[in-house]
């Protein structure tokens, strides 16, 4: 484990990276390792029980399960709704998503969240917060999480500001190295340490494992396309047009330079932003 946290910063001191560990707690170990077992069993449930479709297993991302949760929005949808799982998967997501110890992973990560980007963090929760307003049916996973959704890879052989969190039983000196291929740089990512990665920008992977070793992670995130919902007013794009011309979005888009800028802004710096919220 992270003796302590490891930042990664821009040339203008801005927190991009932060690998962060677990926290202070000697049973966090045991906490991670419940939650691999969990996983796994989760795994075998679905195959015994052929609760999986054919090739389910088999994406861009490597050769393993994953069963998602959450709020999201693109694709079509005329509004954000929960995800809804297959019915011979919800229970296995179920007893997933009241695991106590994926629980307080998950609460964890939350609030490192909010530890490591402070400004960001705020964004979130005003428009998530608003949105949820908006629509009282949309729903949270976990009640001590601001992140709306949360992807479980089941392993055994899961590859890697989304926040991620690594489980399973491997030598992390040699397996499951975390790759950040922009940044051009490789790190240990031991089984109960978390990072947080802007992978909107940053191209990310795990190096393979030996043939007897086990890796499965919990990962939670955001969708754009909520933030892009509430910023335009919960109207999606085509109705922004529809009622105020291409105009009315591209005000609401802002320049392309000025979005950018603002985004930019919302990243920490590990001096002021930090010390000023939580002095």
């Given at each position: 484990m992270?003796s302590?946290?490891?930042?990664?910063?821009?040339r203008?001191?801005?927190?991009?990276v932060?690998f962060?560990g677990?926290?202070?707690?000697p049973?966090?170990a045991?906490?991670?390792?419940?939650?691999?077992?969990?996983?796994?069993?989760?795994?075998e449930?679905?195959?015994?029980?052929?609760?999986?479709?054919?090739?389910?297993?088999?994406?861009?991302?490597?050769?393993?399960?994953?069963l998602?949760?959450?709020?999201?929005?693109?694709?079509?949808?005329?509004c954000p709704?929960?995800?809804?799982?297959?019915?011979?998967?919800?229970p296995?997501?179920?007893?997933?998503?009241?695991?106590?110890?994926?629980?307080?992973?998950c609460?964890?990560?939350?609030?490192?969240?909010?530890?490591?980007a402070?400004?960001?963090?705020k964004?979130?929760?005003?428009?998530?917060?608003?949105?949820?307003?908006?629509?009282?049916?949309l729903?949270l996973?976990?009640?001590?999480?601001?992140?709306?959704s949360?992807?479980?890879?089941?392993?055994?052989?899961?590859l890697?500001?989304?926040?991620?969190?690594?489980?399973?039983?491997?030598?992390?000196?040699?397996?499951?190295?975390?790759y950040?291929?922009?940044?051009k740089?490789?790190?240990?990512?031991?089984?109960?340490?978390t990072?947080?990665?802007?992978?909107?920008?940053?191209?990310?992977?795990n190096?393979?494992?030996?043939?007897?070793?086990t890796?499965?992670?919990?990962?939670q995130?955001?969708?754009?396309?909520?933030?892009r919902?509430?910023?335009?007013?919960?109207?999606t794009?085509?109705?922004?047009v529809?009622?105020?011309?291409?105009?009315s979005?591209a005000?609401?888009?802002r320049?392309?330079?000025?979005?950018?800028?603002?985004?930019?802004?919302?990243?920490?710096?590990?001096?002021?932003?930090?010390?000023?919220?939580?002095?």
């Open positions: 992270l302590r946290p490891l930042l990664l910063l821009d203008l001191g801005r927190i991009i932060v962060v677990g926290p202070d707690d049973g966090w045991a906490v991670a390792a419940d939650a691999a077992k969990t996983l796994d069993d989760t795994r449930a679905g195959i015994q029980t052929n609760a999986f479709a054919d090739g389910d297993e088999l994406h861009r991302r490597g050769r393993f399960y994953t998602r949760s959450g709020v999201s929005h693109g694709g079509g949808q005329p709704k929960n995800g809804t799982a297959a019915p011979a998967e919800e296995l997501l179920n007893g997933l998503l009241n695991n106590k110890n994926i629980r307080r992973i609460g964890f990560q939350s609030s490192a969240f909010r530890t490591w402070p400004k960001l963090s964004d979130y929760v005003t428009d998530l917060r608003s949105l949820f307003d908006h629509d009282p049916t729903r996973n976990f009640t001590n999480s601001i992140l709306p949360v992807t479980f890879n089941l392993g055994p052989h899961a890697g500001w989304c926040a991620i969190t690594n489980a399973g039983n491997f030598d992390a000196t040699r397996s499951a190295l975390l950040l291929r922009e940044l740089l490789v790190v240990e990512f031991p089984a109960g340490a990072s947080f990665i802007p992978s909107a920008v940053v191209h990310h992977g190096t393979p494992l030996a043939p007897h070793e890796r499965y992670s919990i990962t995130y955001a969708a754009g396309g909520l933030f919902y509430v910023q335009y007013k919960f109207r794009a085509k109705k922004v529809a009622s105020g011309g291409v105009g979005k005000a609401l888009d320049a392309p330079g000025e979005r950018h800028a603002a985004g930019l802004s919302l990243f920490s710096t590990p001096s002021a932003d930090h010390v000023q919220c939580f002095s």
